[in-house]
């Protein structure tokens, strides 16, 4: 039997368990956390990379890294400063799963822990109907990339809650029309947050960081008071 994405009912509902009980286990443990997907080379793991050295010192930040094949994904956040990185190699798969979040947070003290990324598999396709308990699906394009993405990969940017433009520092020197991009992301969701930034010059980071921020710190209700630090 081929497998699909076309998910059975039976499968289907079995996921939806599984990521809403990851869901109600992240927020026990005050825990944030935001799946972050694109196709290869948008720049995740850089972002992370940025992102882990800023907050850092405010927060602790783990990171389950997604690959078909490797761990460096993971061993550059851990390098950047995370509290915590784990790679999940699929060995084929395309995508992330519950389960392997399951498997993955198993030696993690997630009360340890304020904000934790998943990087999906870099694919725009089926992450996109794989919940795994996140608070918020980031979907990231970059500006070597077409700006008619959100037109192609509807469903992704449509379970999207924010999207992130990457490479700002190359606008002008590709035919990537940002306002064109946004445009067509705001016709297939017109609820998302959008960021646009430049990992490598720093170009709108400090309002990704801010957003960050407000993310973990809405769940610090949840949290143990007295957090040390
Ligand atoms: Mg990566
Ligand atoms: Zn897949």
């Not at 940002?178 to 016709?187: H, V």
């Not at 921020?213 to 769940?219: K, R, T, Y």
Request: aromatic share 4%.
């Amino acid at each position: 039997m081929s497998r699909t994405i076309k998910l059975d009912q039976p499968v289907l509902a079995e996921h939806l368990r599984r990521a809403d009980h990851l869901r109600r286990t992240f927020r026990r443990n005050g825990v944030a956390v935001l799946n972050l997907v694109s196709s290869p080379g948008a720049g995740k793991t850089t972002l992370l990379e940025r992102t882990i050295e800023a907050l850092s010192p405010r927060l602790a930040i783990a990171v389950i890294a997604g690959d078909v094949q490797t761990q460096i994904d993971a061993d550059r956040a851990r390098a950047a400063g995370a509290r915590w990185a784990g790679p999940v190699e699929t060995n084929g798969t395309c995508h992330l799963e519950p389960w392997m979040i399951e498997d993955r947070i198993a030696d993690l003290d997630l009360a340890a822990i304020d904000l934790l990324f998943i990087e999906n598999v870099g694919n725009l396709v089926c992450p996109a109907v794989y919940d795994l308990g996140e608070h918020h699906k980031a979907v990231m394009l970059s500006t070597v990339e077409g700006d008619d993405k959100p037109l192609k990969y509807p469903v992704m940017f449509r379970n999207a809650s924010t999207m992130i433009i990457n490479k700002t520092d190359l606008l002008g020197l590709t035919d990537f029309q940002i306002d064109r991009a946004e445009e067509n992301a705001r016709r297939i969701n017109p609820d998302l947050v959008i960021f646009k930034l430049s990992c490598k010059t720093g170009e709108g980071l400090t309002a990704w960081f801010d957003r960050l921020l407000e993310m973990a710190n809405s769940l610090l209700p949840h949290k143990t008071q007295g957090n040390p630090e």
